[in-house]
């Protein structure tokens, strides 16, 4: 992006947007490492309103992977809604009660295919939030952040501290932040360069705090000649070539 008031340096910080679903990743294989959830509980442990429901049934890691048959978001007239009316901030206004009903309404596919779900992700979020009774922030941040020598996140656009880079859209002129709420923990993330590249090795090298096991390959996405693919926790995990890739990309609001 570029600043039309100051010149775009590393110290700048960024919405990485779905990048940050790399992170929400680690952070569940950090807490499952420690004994504080566990990859096969199903949501129904977190949240008893879904007891005897069929999103109840879903585990954290079929969050993380994409691979719980829930839709990239909620098929509501209010998602659809905020999205005609408000374009360049199509999650604002969205709650947690949003997210619960889509869950309660919630029918699985006859066959379980891999499906990016944003929804998945931001109920992964909130249910690690559930299962400790933490912020996601904060929980980033001990065991994530603080680990790598570096301050609180900042998921929401009103929490970043120090100089903020505003997208641009294609056509010229600024774009304002997202305000994702309850699905921030899909892509609500802001670093700046020297942050996010020292995230990155440390999780490249698996060094810890990205020592868990998230990267390691938990469903198949492709087989094909010479290609193949699989999800991780958060993280995508490809191998072409001879040469295997740890990766995950991200857009929203100009970035």
């Known amino acids: 992006p570029r600043s039309t008031l100051f010149p775009y340096t590393t110290l700048f910080r960024s919405n990485v947007a779905s990048i940050t679903k790399v992170f929400t990743g680690s952070l569940l294989a950090k807490l499952?490492?420690?004994?504080?959830?566990?990859?096969?509980?199903?949501l129904s442990g977190h949240w008893p309103e879904l007891a005897g429901h069929p999103a109840g049934k879903i585990t954290l890691q079929a969050?993380?992977?994409?691979?719980?048959?829930?839709?990239?978001?909620?098929?509501?007239?209010?998602?659809?809604?905020r999205a005609l009316t408000h374009?360049?901030?199509?999650?604002?206004?969205?709650?947690?009660?949003?997210?619960?009903?889509?869950?309660?309404?919630?029918?699985?596919?006859?066959?379980?295919?891999?499906?990016?779900?944003?929804?998945?992700?931001?109920?992964?979020?909130?249910?690690?939030?559930?299962?400790?009774?933490?912020?996601l922030e904060a929980l980033m941040a001990r065991h994530l952040f603080a680990p790598a020598g570096l301050g609180t996140?900042?998921?929401?656009?009103?929490?970043?501290?120090?100089?903020?880079?505003r997208g641009h859209a294609e056509q010229?002129?600024?774009?304002?932040p997202w305000h994702l709420g309850p699905y921030r923990a899909a892509g609500g993330l802001w670093l700046n360069g020297r942050e996010l590249a020292q995230l990155l090795d440390l999780a490249r090298?698996?060094?810890?705090?990205?020592?868990?096991?998230?990267?390691?390959?938990?469903?198949?996405?492709?087989?094909?000649?010479?290609?193949?693919?699989?999800?991780?926790?958060?993280?995508?995990?490809?191998?072409?070539?001879?040469?295997r890739m740890v990766w995950h990309n991200g857009a929203a609001s100009g970035f």
């Open 63 to 81: 969050l993380a992977t994409h691979s719980s048959g829930l839709p990239r978001l909620p098929a509501t007239w209010q998602v659809t809604w």
């Open 87 to 135: 374009p360049q901030d199509p999650y604002q206004g969205a709650d947690e009660p949003e997210v619960l009903r889509a869950l309660l309404d919630f029918k699985p596919p006859a066959q379980t295919q891999p499906q990016y779900s944003n929804l998945g992700m931001g109920v992964l979020g909130l249910t690690l939030e559930r299962a400790t009774g933490q912020r």
């Open 205 to 243: 090298r698996q060094a810890a705090p990205f020592d868990a096991g998230a990267t390691q390959p938990r469903f198949p996405l492709k087989d094909q000649a010479g290609l193949k693919e699989w999800q991780g926790l958060g993280w995508v995990l490809r191998e072409q070539g001879g040469e």
């Open 32 to 42: 499952a490492q420690q004994g504080v959830v566990a990859l096969d509980t199903p």
């Open 153 to 165: 996140p900042a998921l929401m656009p009103g929490d970043v501290q120090g100089p903020m880079a």
């Open 172 to 176: 010229g002129g600024d774009m304002g």
